[in-house]
């Protein structure tokens, strides 16, 4: 029987509310001492924060990434793992973007960062706070192994290689290097690899041998001059998916976007251009009933989609997935239009049609998947037999990691497998927060999960992901999962709430109060949840309490409407600390 699913998040519950049991029952347990080498694997947003994370605890990280280019990993455009196109910005706000101890220090073009904006920022983080010392750019990290495989405190090897330039690589490729290889030992492993560097999943579809038109993966997908004037198919209908399909809009003869399930189509931000997540993402919501699909399906963008041929979506709440729009004006004048049309899945392929589930033939001269990732083959540097104990599949086919609060390693606690999870928040904070925690524990400095522990929440997430498949095998619930490690860490932000709050609607927020301090509670209960909530109090809070409740007080605004100052809130330190 499947564990009961809740409508709210509390402490205690974590993917989509699904009950995994209290705190652990471990006692502290010091397994690493200060200035423990750390290896962390992956130079994208979720690496840089996870470094400086480990550094400001006192170990000495060292971060490997393959690519010569820079940081930011997919947010590139161009080295080994660049996946970022055009017209890609985040799904996420400025505000709920930003690491917790960073606002951005520029105003972005808008409130959606563009790609370039986002590798702007993480390069301007790392000079910050000294990180780059901490950096190795151009090595592939080819093997990690443990050094003692009965010993869950193990050491681990982990081999090296030296990578080519690689200015004018695009797109994920499986390159072979030809350095010699070379192995250095660390106390603890801390992988920030993402969920796309194993390479393009294209699913296999008949006829692929006799179509004559332009066949690419969205990897591979930078701008729209393939599609001018052509018949494009778009087959998928998460967030590339759209973007790639309304990009094409703009100078293709026809778009066709072929799903095979239909989607709760989210835009970002509203009509007026204000932000989504300022009001999905907070406490309020998070204490009053969640956001059904059902309330989904009556907005005008939604709508728009169905009536332009988009498969109805599962009528059970937990196996709907979402897509998420950007420019909701120009989409809907694209839908209206027939510009942009949509259908059922892909059957097969002649030399220049999709032949759909239907039966329809599609006109194509492009066919773009936007069918997603190879997870297995991000991890493929992992020892074999590390990754059996762990590796699993969906009913459907889909894999997933079986994990303690989906990054540590059952059998190895110096292990740790960071920014597997999806959500609808900004998941480099998530592996940010998962190595404060794992860090933590090992450590001493939080308590070990008892062997009972790992494996009852190991049992109950499995039971929930079959439970909601073919979707969901690696999502989180944001607040409710974040909070569960702040409040093993002692950081849980410190809100004095009023009992009326709990009854009030997030959409329809009372009146903020006058009084400083009772804004401040009010906006971090109704406002944004952002990371800063987890560094107001308790272990690494930021030190500059005041300037940190000055942002608070001017940012985290709730409701729909939340004001764009003309410059730039910043508290960061005048000029980087000589050393974490």
């Known amino acids: 029987m499947p564990p009961k699913k809740h409508s709210r998040g509390v402490k205690g519950y974590d993917t989509q509310g699904t009950d995994v049991g209290e705190k652990p029952h471990g006692k502290r347990e010091q397994v690493l001492k200060p200035g423990s080498r750390v290896a962390v694997v992956g130079g994208g947003c979720a690496g840089v924060y996870v470094v400086k994370t480990l550094a400001e605890l006192g170990l000495k990280p060292v971060l490997f990434e393959q690519s010569h280019v820079g940081l930011g990993g997919v947010w590139r455009k161009q080295g080994y793992g660049g996946v970022a196109y055009d017209v890609l910005r985040t799904n996420s706000s400025e505000v709920t973007t930003a690491a917790p101890d960073y606002p951005f220090p520029f105003k972005p073009s808008s409130p959606f960062p563009h790609y370039t904006e986002i590798i702007t920022y993480i390069t301007e983080y790392a000079a910050r706070y000294n990180l780059n010392q ?16 009965t010993d869950r405190d193990t050491k681990w090897k982990v081999t090296l290689q030296a990578t080519p330039k690689d200015h004018d690589v695009y797109g994920v490729i499986q390159a ?6 070379y192995t250095e030992e660390f106390d603890a492993v801390f992988t920030t690899a993402g969920q796309y560097g194993g390479g393009p999943f294209v699913p296999e579809v008949k006829g692929r041998d006799v179509f004559q038109g332009t066949v690419l993966h969205s990897n591979v997908y930078k701008n729209n001059d393939v599609a001018a004037g052509k018949n494009v198919v778009v087959v998928g209908i998460g967030n590339s998916a759209l973007d790639i399909a309304f990009d094409c809009g703009a100078c293709a003869k026809n778009v066709f976007i072929s799903a095979r399930h239909g989607a709760a189509i989210l835009c970002v931000e509203d009509l007026k251009g204000n932000p989504f997540d300022l009001w999905l993402l907070t406490r309020g919501t998070d204490s009053t009933a969640s956001i059904e699909p059902s309330f989904l399906h009556k907005s005008p963008i939604h709508q728009a989609f169905l009536k332009a041929g988009m498969p109805p979506p599962n009528t059970d709440s937990s196996k709907v997935g979402t897509g998420m ?13 027939g510009k942009i049309k949509l259908g059922t899945g892909v059957k097969h392929l002649t030399k220049d049609t999709v032949v759909l589930q239907d039966g329809r033939e599609i006109p194509c001269d492009v066919l773009v998947f936007c069918t997603g990732y190879d997870l297995e083959g991000t991890l493929s540097f992992m020892d074999k037999g590390v990754m059996r104990d762990v590796s699993n599949h969906t009913p459907s086919g889909k894999y997933y990691v079986n994990l303690y609060k989906m990054c540590m390693h059952p059998r190895y606690r110096t292990l740790s497998l960071c920014g597997l999870a999806t959500t609808n928040a900004n998941e480099a904070l998530v592996g940010e927060m998962q190595a404060r925690w794992q860090a933590s ?15 009852k929440y190991i049992a109950e997430r499995n039971a929930m992901i079959q439970s909601v498949d073919p979707y969901f095998p690696r999502f989180i619930r944001y607040v409710a999962y ?5 409040e093993e860490l002692g950081c849980l932000p410190d809100i004095k709430m009023d009992p009326k709050w709990k009854k009030q609607s997030v959409l329809l927020p009372p009146k903020p109060p006058t009084d400083p301090e009772d804004l401040y509670n009010f906006n971090l209960h109704f406002g944004p949840v952002v990371g800063l909530h987890w560094r107001l109090n308790g272990p690494n ?24 100052p003309s410059t730039p809130f910043s508290w960061a330190p005048p000029a980087a600390p000589a050393r974490l």
């Open 134 to 149: 901490h950096i190795r750019f151009g090595t592939k990290v080819v093997d990690v192994s443990p050094v003692d495989t």
């Open 176 to 181: 072979r290097f030809s350095e010699p290889a």
């Open 541 to 564: 809070a930021w030190k500059e309490a005041d300037k940190a409740k000055e942002y608070v007080n001017k940012r985290l605004i709730p409701g729909l409407h939340l004001p764009r």
């Open 441 to 455: 524990v090992l450590l001493g400095k939080a308590n070990q999960p008892t062997k009972e522990d790992i494996y």
């Open 325 to 337: 729009i950007k420019d909701q004006k120009t989409c809907l004048r694209h839908l209206e239009s």
């Open 482 to 486: 974040m909070d569960s490690f702040a």
